[in-house]
């Protein structure tokens, strides 16, 4: 097959898919659901990219050497993500700074005797 063989109807039903992961990614957001809203959001958005690179950008019906390049792109990808993740979930809670009142003694610090 070539890259003609895309019907519009297939186009369609792919524009369709992706308004429902956007939903999806929508939807998932709403709920805290801790480190799984992040795992949610990576796994749609790898249907999305693949939906995307396979139907719009015609790589399902082309060459090999186009493949060896998208699969490349993909596995760039991949390593991207997995060095973001690594970061992430190494982060230790941050715990936000309250400013005190000038006659308020540091934490930790012992109070002054006049």
Known sequence: MNASATSQKSLWKVWAALLTLLALTWLAARFNLGLW???IALVIS???MTLVILFFMQVRYS???IWIFACAGFIWWMI???LAMTDY???REVV???RQSPNTPAQG???RRE
């Open 46 to 48: 790898g249907m999305k």
């Open 37 to 39: 809203n992040t795992v």
């Open 80 to 82: 991207f993500v997995s």
């Open 96 to 98: 936000p700074y309250q």
């Open 89 to 91: 979930l190494t982060r």
């Open 63 to 65: 060459s090999r050497l």
């Open 109 to 111: 610090a012992p109070a």
